[in-house]
């Protein structure tokens, strides 16, 4: 059973930085896109970014390019998402999730498994 810990969320000023964690168990996740979503209290969830088995490509919401950096270690088996200049629109819980196919793909049906999420507020 494949089990993704996200951890890092937590209330941080506008302009300042966080760093989301997602940590997998039961499955090495070396061989499988992975991404980020995110879900605002009455919104749908998101991708925020995508990230190829290799890390050689990336795919990031407009919303957030030049800002958020997705990377990964796949000998620690850990996801990360580096967050800049958050903005109170970032506010939202954060979920990462794997990839069922190897092409990088933007809507959460793609997506097999799926951490429980963190929270991250975005204070003005």
């Known amino acids: 059973q494949v089990q993704l810990v996200e951890s890092g969320g937590g209330l941080v000023q506008a302009g300042g930085s966080l760093r989301l964690s997602c940590a997998a168990s039961g499955s090495v996740i070396g061989s499988y896109v992975m991404g980020w979503f995110r879900q605002a209290p009455g919104k749908e969830r998101d991708l925020v970014a995508a990230?190829?088995?290799?890390?050689?490509?990336?795919h990031y919401a407009d919303s957030v390019k030049g800002r958020f950096t997705i990377s990964r270690d796949n000998a620690k088996n850990t996801l990360y998402l580096q967050m800049n200049s958050l903005k109170p629109e970032d506010t939202a819980v954060y979920y990462c999730?794997?990839?069922?196919?190897?092409?990088?793909?933007?809507?959460?049906?793609?997506?097999?498994?799926w951490g429980q999420g963190t929270q991250v507020t975005v204070s003005s």
């Open positions: 990230i190829s088995w290799s890390g050689g490509s990336t």
């Open positions: 999730a794997r990839r069922i196919g190897s092409l990088i793909a933007t809507t959460g049906s793609a997506y097999d498994y």
